[in-house]
């Protein structure tokens, strides 16, 4: 069985003060095997985030359903962490404190969280920080506590919308090579939403390209590269050649999308 | 002066203080040099002078502590009903649309019009000056606080869900947490408006209270006795306020810029 399955998903945004309604999504088409690593490219606008969304059950699709180990989603719930766009740190919590909250709700025992926490902070190299505030941190600090705070709850699904968007290149590809070995060792199915053509290549098993808005489905790629992956692969020729492919896709789409 | 930057605490401390003494040079001004007759304006020295004598042979002390008690007692009850209620509506829509048309209305009915008919009600005791507070503060902090959770950072509430916390859970570990302190700034802020309300309840059938003293001096026409009252009540109010900052300030780092 599939693990997640998106049949006819389409959203449409009703129009705000008599305006036009956004169509955001055009019925889409998915299915993602288990321990999939997806990454969905795509220009500004094209819905990548509401089909998100919708995956991780934080809004209702217009027209569909998306199922969830054969089961419908129905509203958000642990088994699908999710990173958002956003910076979304609770501002009253400390880093540790933020990382713990999902094991918190779960009840998992302070010693166990503990260690969880003092895992995570270690992987994303955070050590130092465990104590200070969100606010306290750089934006792409904060993006990877998101990250670790996602991953300490140890979700089936991981949904991660734009996560290193923030970072810089140098750090952006550590953690690259940090989620890629997470997903080699435990085995998650991941939905990994990018602007980068090269990222989205690196970390893949497939790769998805959309439409501009309303968002469709233009091109499903699946990335046969080797694994275990290193950052040597970025610059192979195998990649490369991917790269030259997707890079007309999304060109072509960008320009429609202005 | 360049927009919002701050300036040093020394500056703020000699600024804010500069303008007590400015205020009480023309005070003096008007009444040392004869611009105001004594019967309507006392001078600086016959006020402090006036409250000496309130203090050591009146026991104004006991007055002032009566009007303490009274704003706390009614701001304390005002708050136990009030900011659950106010959570409740924020947090949930229906009970929102239930309370909320009520609530705005009665806000708007004025704390002092209903001195005669608690006194009716209550008699003068303590009960009736209590009750004054408890309206005029009560369905201000509902509303206020109902703002307050309502306007939670719905990306925080999505994020908790996704982490696997139920209903509940996202009003006592998201909401609540979120909006702790803008509550405790509404209290702050309804604090000081209990203290306006204290006095109207004083001047009217009250045996006690600095609000009581400042009725009985104006049968006897001291102003000196007047201006100290209000002064005392300005006092205590900025006792209060600097503590509830400092608390404030204290309870919620996080919060702070
Ligand atoms: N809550 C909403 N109400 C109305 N319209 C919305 C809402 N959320 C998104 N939209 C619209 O839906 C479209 C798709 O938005 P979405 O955020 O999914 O884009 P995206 O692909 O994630 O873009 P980006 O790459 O810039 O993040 C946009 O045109 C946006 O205006
Ligand atoms: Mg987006």
């Known amino acids: ?258 | 002066m360049r927009p919002l930057t701050p300036v040093s605490r020394r500056a703020r401390i000699v600024l804010g203080l500069s303008f007590f003494v400015l205020f009480v040079a023309v005070w003096s001004v008007a009444t040392f040099g004869g611009f105001v007759r004594p019967i309507f304006l006392a001078t600086p020295i016959r006020m402090i002078d006036e409250g000496w004598r309130l203090m050591t042979r009146f026991g104004f002390s006991y007055d002032i502590a009566i009007t303490v008690w009274r704003v706390f007692g009614g701001f304390v009850m005002a708050t136990v009903v009030a900011v659950p209620i106010g959570i409740l509506m924020g947090a949930y829509k229906p009970i929102e649309a239930f309370f909320e048309p009520f609530v705005s209305f009665a806000r708007y009915l004025p704390a002092s019009a209903f001195i005669p008919l608690l006194i009716l009600w209550a008699g003068i005791g303590e009960m009736q000056k209590l009750l004054v507070i408890f309206i005029g503060a009560v369905f201000q902090i509902i509303l206020m606080v109902a703002v307050a959770v309502g306007s939670t950072r719905r990306d925080l509430v999505e994020a908790a869900y996704t982490l696997g916390t139920g209903d509940g859970g996202v009003v006592r570990h998201v909401l609540l947490p979120h909006a702790a302190p803008q509550i405790a700034e509404i209290l702050r802020l309804v604090l000081g408006w209990a203290w306006t309300y204290v006095i109207v309840a004083e001047l009217i059938g009250s045996s006690a209270g600095i609000g009581h003293m400042i009725v009985d001096s104006q049968a006897l026409l001291n102003t000196g006795q007047i201006i100290f009252g209000i002064i005392v009540i300005g006092l205590i109010g900025l006792i209060s306020d600097f503590a509830f900052k400092a608390l404030n300030r204290s309870m919620f780092p996080w919060s702070l810029a």
Not at chain 1, 14 to 32: H, Y
Request: aromatic fraction near 6%; charge should be neutral.
């Open chain 1, 1 to 258: 069985m599939s693990h997640v399955v998106v049949e006819g998903v389409s959203r449409t945004f009703p129009g705000k003060r008599g305006g036009e309604p956004t169509v955001a999504l055009s019925p889409i088409d998915l299915t993602v095997e288990r321990n999939d690593f997806v990454t969905i490219l795509g220009p500004s606008g094209c819905g990548k985030s509401t089909l998100l969304r919708i995956v991780a059950g934080l809004d209702d699709p217009t027209t569909g359903q998306v199922m969830v180990a054969g089961r419908e989603v129905v509203g958000p719930g642990p088994d699908r962490g999710m990173v958002f766009q956003s910076y979304t740190l609770f501002p009253w919590l400390t880093v540790a404190d933020n990382i713990a909250f999902g094991l918190r709700r779960k009840g998992v025992p302070a010693a166990q969280q503990k260690e969880i926490v003092d895992f995570y902070l270690g992987k994303t190299g955070l050590t130092k920080f465990g104590k200070h505030l969100p606010k306290e941190l750089s934006g792409g600090m904060q993006q990877r506590v998101a990250i670790a705070r996602a991953l300490a709850n140890d979700p089936d699904i991981l949904l991660l919308d734009e996560p290193f968007g923030a970072l810089d290149n140098q750090t952006r590809g550590l953690m690259q090579e940090l989620l890629l070995k997470i997903w080699e060792d435990d085995q998650k199915t991941v939905l990994f939403v990018t602007h980068d053509i090269e990222e989205a290549i690196f970390l893949a098993s497939r790769c998805i390209v959309m439409t501009a808005r309303p968002g469709r489905i233009k091109a499903d790629v699946e990335i046969d590269l080797p694994r275990p992956r290193d950052y040597h692969l970025k610059t192979s020729a195998a990649l490369l050649a991917f790269k030259e492919r997707l890079t007309e896709d999304i060109r072509a789409e960008a320009i429609k999308a202005l």
